[in-house]
């Protein structure tokens, strides 16, 4: 069963809440980033810091109360140990394991440039970074730092680095365009002059459940790549409000990709209709300029904005009542023979438990929530998503790791 065949999410066109400095802890107004963990924990870098959020209580970070490096947090990752990376301005990069807090600069290791703009992981974990000066592979130990020479020192300022479903890795650059690898591991990129990129810019990039890389730009719209055909959505050809693009989020659980835009608000594609949906400031946006987008383990989809603060669009929970999606936990996780998960009592028997591969989007496991705990010894190592199901509506997902 294909994920997307067996997971149907209807969009309530509202927001539904609004989070700034005068009605929470959040630190500022200006939103830079977004992450969600394993647990489905928010984390949110802001001009003023970094805070978490698990949908009851706050906690908030800035140089003044906590290790934290610089103000500005310009990137957030989380790892499969659900260890947050924060990525910042001009202080290097920090690692947050459960209260204690690792500093990476230029001074006390191997990291080349103090300007952390992009963050990702390999499918061995290993820790990628997008900088001002190049790219940087952290592998817990050693550090290796990439950068182009001649013709394309343009490739060296990395706005965003992302791995497609066949390991594959995508930069993109500052006026160099859309770098990536050969057949040979030898550096090629994209460009204006030898593809049909839409820019030499781009500001973020996703890769969907087909392996089609999806690219944002600053003035030229969301571009498409299926590995041979490119494809640029526009206000010409679509429904998107702004060609102005900033970041991009793909659903792992029904393929919508999600973009945000400098001047237009928000929009979301459906792969099944080949049809974009606005979000725009009309809808209740407190702000036209949409900086960041992430979804949360409970179904919400969380956008950043440059002066408006945080919104919550939506949350497909709102209809169970005697649901709680903050108790329910996959575990153990990394899982070896079983992975169970707990908090459902209030769904038995009603719904269905889904195991999705993370690469392929397929259904590997499915089962009602009658029993706790589930067998995964006949399943390969690998990174899973782990759903409840309700009348065909996703009301939680987690990551989980499977080794073996």
Same mark, same amino acid.
């Given at each position: ?17 609004? $989070? ?24 949110i ?23 934290l490096?610089? $103000? ?19 202080g290097?990069?920090?690692? $947050? ?64 680095? &992302? ?39 781009l ?74 949906? &606005? ?27 440059q ?6 669009? $939506? ?10 999606p903050?108790r ?6 990394? &899982? ?29 496991l ?16 690998g ?7 309700v ?14």
């Open positions: 069963m294909l994920l997307l065949q067996a997971v149907t999410t209807l969009f309530a066109q509202t927001v539904q809440a609004v $989070y700034n400095t005068a009605n929470s802890p959040l630190p500022h107004n200006q939103i830079r980033c977004l992450a969600t963990g394993a647990e489905g924990t928010l984390w870098g802001t001009e003023y810091g970094a805070a978490s959020f698990n949908g009851n209580v706050w906690q908030v970070f800035t140089p003044n109360n906590s290790p490096p610089h $103000y500005s947090v310009r990137s957030v990752a989380i790892d499969a140990q659900n260890r947050v990376w924060l990525g910042t301005f001009n290097g990069l920090a690692r $947050y394991d459960n209260g204690d807090w690792t500093i990476y600069n230029t001074a006390n290791s191997g990291l080349p440039d103090n300007y952390v703009k992009s963050i990702a992981f390999d499918s061995e974990q290993n820790l990628w970074l997008g900088l001002s000066g190049g790219l940087a592979k952290y592998d817990g130990v050693n550090w290796q730092l990439f950068t182009a020479i001649g013709p394309d020192l343009l490739l060296n300022n990395v706005n965003a680095v &992302a791995f497609d479903l066949q390991k594959q890795i995508w930069v993109g650059t500052v006026n160099g365009g859309l770098a990536t690898t050969d057949v040979n591991g030898l550096l090629f990129a994209y460009n204006l002059a030898n593809s049909g990129v839409p820019d030499n810019t500001n973020a990039i996703a890769t969907d459940a087909q392996n089609q890389k999806w690219m944002t730009t600053p003035a030229d719209g969301i571009g498409k790549f299926d590995g041979i055909n490119w494809f640029t959505y526009s206000t010409a050809n679509s429904a998107l409000p702004a060609n102005s693009a900033t970041d991009v989020w793909v659903n792992p659980l029904n393929n919508y990709v999600w973009v945000g835009t400098t001047t237009g608000g928000a929009a979301y594609y459906n792969p099944n209709t080949d049809e974009w949906t &606005a979000i725009p400031p009309t809808a209740g946006l407190p702000d036209a300029h949409i900086t960041a987008i992430v979804g949360q383990a409970n179904g919400a989809v969380w956008l950043g904005t002066a408006g603060g945080l919104v919550k669009w $939506y949350d497909n929970t709102n209809n169970l009542p005697n649901f709680e903050h329910v936990q996959v575990y153990p996780n990394p &899982a070896h023979r079983l992975l169970c998960i707990n908090g459902i009592t209030a769904l038995q028997p009603e719904a269905l438990f889904l195991l999705i591969s993370a690469t392929s989007g397929k259904t590997v499915q089962s009602s929530v009658q029993q706790p705990c589930f067998e995964v010894t006949h399943l390969p190592t990174l899973y998503w782990a759903v409840l199901q009348q065909n509506r996703v009301i939680f997902s987690q990551k989980a790791l499977i080794l073996h």
